[in-house]
């Protein structure tokens, strides 16, 4: 049991625990807060993987962004005056069940086909230079697809989401 | 099995612990997206599912020799999470505005 062994069983527990949270609970707030801890937890774990630049994007874009829109959702959607955050779930126990058929069927296949797998004996480096070397060349299609999508997601969402003016 | 085995495993973290905590993940967010009424939990659910997909591509980028093409295809994966909250935000406002409900039973035509 090493440092490196530790770490990575503290962030798994982190990211299990809060996305348990997250799907179980019945407070919307709840749920809201603790994926934010999920989001930290998978950057820890990204840490562990030597990804380090993923791991600042994931802090940036999903803590950053992602989080708070969902959370301007949950207080745009919500009555929060009457203090009534909660919600419901339905289909609970066939659900579960085939969830837990589903996880554990994934857990075992992962446990005996990559039982064994070597360990990397790559160095360690900072992978930054190396991602953007990569999406200035050979992804470069993509990379630009990619940054129309937002352009295109960007107007989208502010002409969706504006007001309309009494066009029935 | 042998259990021995297994925790001497257990305490030896390699590629298919982080395989393991993102099939938990993944588990876990289609729950979500299959239990909730609540829209935006729906959303939490994806993202969820989203992250866990993106643990398994910088694990195995990881373990396969430093290949850093599993951590650009997780970059575009963000990307495209990022996009998609902001639409389906977009989205969920203009139904609340309308249907004056994020209960995904109730909201089952296009218009009223």
């Known amino acids: ?168 | 099995m042998d259990f021995n085995e297994f925790f001497t495993w257990l305490q030896h973290v390699q590629l298919a612990h982080f395989l393991i905590v993102s099939a938990l993940l993944f588990s876990l967010g289609i729950y979500g997206i299959v239990t909730r009424k609540n829209a935006i939990l729906v959303l939490m659910g994806i993202e969820l599912v989203l992250n866990a997909a993106n643990i398994n591509l910088v694990a195995f980028s990881r373990y396969g020799g430093m290949n850093l093409d599993g951590q650009v295809a997780a970059v575009f994966v963000i990307i495209l999470a990022a996009a998609e909250a902001a639409i389906a935000l977009a989205i969920i406002l203009n139904i609340y505005h309308r249907f004056q409900t994020v209960n995904i039973d109730e909201v089952s035509a296009l218009k009223e």
């Open chain 1, 1 to 168: 049991m090493t440092l490196f062994d530790g770490v990575f069983y503290v962030f798994a527990l982190i990211t299990v625990i809060s996305a348990f949270v997250v799907v179980f609970t019945r407070n919307i707030m709840y749920a809201a807060f603790s994926l934010l801890f999920t989001f930290f937890g998978v950057a820890g774990l990204y840490v562990l993987l030597s990804a380090d630049f993923l791991a600042v994007a994931q802090i940036l874009i999903y803590v950053g962004g992602i989080l708070v829109l969902l959370l301007f959702g949950v207080m745009l959607t919500n009555k929060v005056v009457s203090v009534d955050l909660k919600t419901g779930t339905l289909q609970t126990v066939p659900a579960l069940v085939i969830v837990a058929v589903v996880a554990g069927s994934l857990a075992g296949l992962f446990y005996s086909t990559w039982k064994n797998a070597p360990t990397p004996t790559t160095d360690i480096v900072s992978t930054t230079r190396t991602l953007g070397e990569m999406l200035m060349t050979g992804y470069m299609l993509p990379f630009e697809v990619a940054s129309v999508v937002l352009l295109v997601a960007l107007i989208g969402a502010a002409i969706t989401a504006r007001r309309t003016r009494n066009v029935s």
